[in-house]
């Protein structure tokens, strides 16, 4: 059974620790194969002292603000091959821990999660109601966003994962130049680096919001569509050095219309005008809250892109002896594993294989030739 450390980012939050930390405590896990770090993000409310009241609890103080100080913070001091990040607002079903470690049977599994549902206990059922059949739509029912595929994809959501802490150490944990986004970060890093990402459907964890209301949400829209333009930033810098390093000599031209300003287009096209137009035919609310919702998102990424900047320098890192992998198939017919490809997979299946560095979905026929190759595939 692998050592697991969870490690949980906490800031004033007085209203949903306790029930974490009680989810962490009963879950079905051997007790002596799993430590708990809570790291405390300066929190002026009572968030220390029902902490402290959990003698199984490692108590530790992060005075950088910012959840990714305290995650990493946390993880310097995890003694687990594999570190679980949950956040303070989630609890866990007892078989969580179980389910996605289970997950990780091969060296090659860098990073992953299970089902992340939103909760409906907090008194706010229209809001809630909105959130769970959001979510529920966009991951086919499965809760799970590593299924999303977009172009920031493969995405682990932070709120309840799971890394190799080689993985994570070696890529250099979450970036706390991030405000938000750092989790996509670091789950595309992590598959950059060479590793395969999983995702469990019996690893199930509930999260709360505690916003107050319709209001706090949409702002919460907006500030995340202004902060994406920080990830996007980022990214580019990777995308660009590719694409100069395979240019032929002489200036390299610029896309007439940069990838922030096309995305940002392509979320007015297809969440805005799109479910105005679907409220209308169906005279369901549902659509018209989803673009009120993607116009706060929008006009954030539009700010975002006057004014928002990555202030450091991407620098990937690779996995050489993760990298080296081969595959077997049954006919013992060994073809050599494209370095640039990464399989993400569900419950031991392939969900989806990326072309890391063209940052596009491979088109695979047929995916029930490709199911039963990551229990074949050997790390040379």
Same mark, same amino acid.
Request: hydrophobic share 35%.
């Given at each position: 059974m692998k050592f697991i450390s969870v490690i949980v980012p906490a800031y004033n939050a007085q209203k949903t620790i306790h029930k974490c930390l009680s989810s962490l405590i009963n879950a079905d896990y051997d007790k002596n194969s799993y430590e708990i770090i809570v790291v405390d993000n300066n929190s002026t409310d009572k968030t220390a002292e029902i902490i402290k009241s959990f003698p199984e609890v490692t108590y530790v103080k992060e005075t950088i603000q910012g959840r990714s100080y305290a995650r990493n913070t946390g993880?310097?001091?995890?003694?687990?091959? *594999? *570190?679980?990040?949950?956040? +303070?607002?989630?609890? @866990?079903?007892?078989?969580?821990?179980?389910?996605?470690?289970?997950?990780?049977?091969?060296? &090659?599994?860098?990073?992953?999660?299970?089902?992340i549902i939103p909760c409906d206990q907090d008194g706010q059922l229209s809001l809630n109601r909105f959130r769970i059949r959001q979510q529920t739509e966009s991951t086919s029912g499965t809760n799970i966003i590593l299924r999303l595929m977009y172009i920031e994809s493969p995405m682990v959501n932070s709120a309840a994962c799971m890394?190799?802490?080689?993985?994570?150490?070696?890529?250099?944990?979450?970036?706390?130049?991030?405000?938000?986004?750092?989790?996509?970060?670091l789950s595309k890093r992590v598959s950059l680096a060479g590793y395969d990402l999983t995702a469990q459907t019996q690893a199930v964890a509930h999260v709360e919001y505690h916003g107050e209301g319709w209001g706090s949400y949409f702002m919460r829209s907006l500030s995340e569509g202004y902060t994406k333009q920080s990830y996007n930033k980022k990214w580019q810098q990777y995308f660009t050095t590719l694409n100069h390093n395979e240019a032929p000599e002489g200036p390299v031209k610029k896309p007439l219309i940069p990838d922030s300003i096309r995305l940002n287009y392509y979320l007015v096209k297809d969440e805005i005008v799109f479910n105005v137009i679907r409220s209308?035919?169906?005279?369901? +609310?549902?659509?018209?809250?989803?673009?009120?919702? +993607?116009?706060?998102?929008?006009?954030?990424?539009?700010?975002?892109? @006057?004014?928002?900047? &990555?202030?450091?320098?991407?620098?990937?890192?690779?996995?050489?002896?993760?990298?080296?992998? +081969? @595959?077997?198939?049954?006919?013992?017919q060994k073809i050599n594993l494209d370095t640039n490809l990464r399989f993400i997979n569900q419950d031991n299946e392939i969900l989806y294989v990326m072309n890391i560095e063209k940052n596009d979905f491979l088109k695979f026929n047929n995916f029930k030739a490709l199911n039963g190759i990551l229990d074949q595939r050997t790390i040379q």
């Amino acid at each position: 059974m692998k050592f697991i450390s969870v490690i949980v980012p906490a800031y004033n939050a007085q209203k949903t620790i306790h029930k974490c930390l009680s989810s962490l405590i009963n879950a079905d896990y051997d007790k002596n194969s799993y430590e708990i770090i809570v790291v405390d993000n300066n929190s002026t409310d009572k968030t220390a002292e029902i902490i402290k009241s959990f003698p199984e609890v490692t108590y530790v103080k992060e005075t950088i603000q910012g959840r990714s100080y305290a995650r990493n913070t946390g993880a310097k001091m995890a003694r687990g091959e *594999l *570190l679980a990040f949950i956040d +303070s607002d989630v609890f @866990i079903e007892a078989g969580w821990l179980k389910h996605l470690a289970a997950g990780f049977n091969k060296d &090659y599994i860098g990073g992953g999660q299970g089902r992340i549902i939103p909760c409906d206990q907090d008194g706010q059922l229209s809001l809630n109601r909105f959130r769970i059949r959001q979510q529920t739509e966009s991951t086919s029912g499965t809760n799970i966003i590593l299924r999303l595929m977009y172009i920031e994809s493969p995405m682990v959501n932070s709120a309840a994962c799971m890394y190799r802490k080689e993985a994570f150490h070696f890529v250099g944990g979450f970036d706390v130049l991030l405000e938000r986004h750092e989790d996509i970060d670091l789950s595309k890093r992590v598959s950059l680096a060479g590793y395969d990402l999983t995702a469990q459907t019996q690893a199930v964890a509930h999260v709360e919001y505690h916003g107050e209301g319709w209001g706090s949400y949409f702002m919460r829209s907006l500030s995340e569509g202004y902060t994406k333009q920080s990830y996007n930033k980022k990214w580019q810098q990777y995308f660009t050095t590719l694409n100069h390093n395979e240019a032929p000599e002489g200036p390299v031209k610029k896309p007439l219309i940069p990838d922030s300003i096309r995305l940002n287009y392509y979320l007015v096209k297809d969440e805005i005008v799109f479910n105005v137009i679907r409220s209308l035919i169906k005279w369901d +609310s549902y659509y018209f809250l989803k673009a009120i919702n +993607s116009t706060f998102k929008a006009t954030g990424r539009a700010l975002g892109i @006057i004014k928002n900047d &990555y202030r450091g320098r991407f620098e990937p890192r690779y996995q050489e002896n993760v990298l080296n992998k +081969s @595959i077997i198939f049954q006919n013992n017919q060994k073809i050599n594993l494209d370095t640039n490809l990464r399989f993400i997979n569900q419950d031991n299946e392939i969900l989806y294989v990326m072309n890391i560095e063209k940052n596009d979905f491979l088109k695979f026929n047929n995916f029930k030739a490709l199911n039963g190759i990551l229990d074949q595939r050997t790390i040379q």
